[in-house]
T-cell receptor
Framework: RKEVEQDPGPFNVPEGATVAFNCTYS??????FFWYRQDCRKEPKLLMSVYSSGNEDGRFTAQLNRASQYISLLIRDSKLSDSATYLCVVNDADSNYQLIWGAGTKLIIKP | ETGVTQSPTHLIKTRGQQVTLRCSSQSGHNTVSWYQQALGQGPQFIFQYYREEENGRGNFPPRFSGLQFPNYSSELNVNALELDDSALYLC??????????????FGNGTRLTVT
């Protein structure tokens, strides 16, 4: 089983819609969780950290479910510029908290 | 504030050759991590340098080696290149070693093609 799993997509979503995707992780001792965004042929950029109580940044909401070992990202009122690959990142408590990356979920926002 | 810069941006090498990739960390950052990202995959952690010492390594063979310099810039060296080494190599800088809440700031990457 992969340590961090994501649905690769693509998710094809009309502009203005709400979209959500999850990421599951295997190590229950993991402490830190992040969502990064990566545009085609570019470097990843931090979108947001994920906190235990859930957190929101504008149109983006991140949630953590420790019992089921997944994190989620919800995007409201999606924009064309939201089209990208969204990478889930979890620290590995068994390897000195190295970051383990999912393969990403591709999101395509259509006009 | 100067961001993370990597060089070269693209590189083509032949199987068996050696390559050196370079990275300048963001000003004020003392930690550099290197990642390999194959097409359609997430970044895979290669190793991390903190205060010129390697302080963490992923599942990569010894032919992947690195250095960090007193100004916190870093090099990734790969010997005996294999076709599967073709990937985007990303350098990321951050503060304070494996402070696990420290966000990573990535460079634009070096796209290596091994033929």
């Amino acid at each position: 089983r992969k340590e961090v799993e994501q649905d690769p997509g693509p998710f094809n979503v009309p502009e203005g819609a709400t979209v959500a995707f999850n990421c599951t992780y295997s190590n229950s001792a993991s402490q830190s969780f992040f969502w990064y965004r990566q545009d085609c042929r570019k470097e990843p950029k931090l979108l947001m950290s994920v906190y235990s109580s859930g957190n929101e940044d504008g149109r983006f909401t991140a949630q953590l479910n420790r019992a089921s070992q997944y994190i989620s990202l919800l995007i409201r009122d999606s924009k064309l510029s939201d089209s990208a690959t969204y990478l889930c990142v979890v620290n590995d408590a068994d390897s000195n908290y190295q970051l383990i990356w999912g393969a990403g979920t591709k999101l395509i926002i259509k006009p | 504030e100067t961001g993370v810069t990597q060089s070269p941006t693209h590189l083509i090498k032949t199987r068996g050759q050696q390559v050196t990739l370079r990275c300048s960390s963001q000003s004020g950052h003392n930690t550099v991590s290197w990642y390999q990202q194959a097409l359609g995959q997430g970044p895979q952690f290669i190793f991390q340098y903190y205060r010129e010492e390697e302080n963490g390594r992923g599942n990569f063979p010894p032919r992947f080696s690195g250095l960090q310099f007193p100004n916190y810039s870093s090099e990734l060296n790969v010997n005996a290149l294999e076709l599967d080494d073709s990937a985007l190599y990303l350098c990321a800088s951050s503060l304070a070693g494996f402070s696990y809440n420290s966000p990573l700031h990535f460079g634009n990457g070096t796209r290596l093609t091994v033929t």
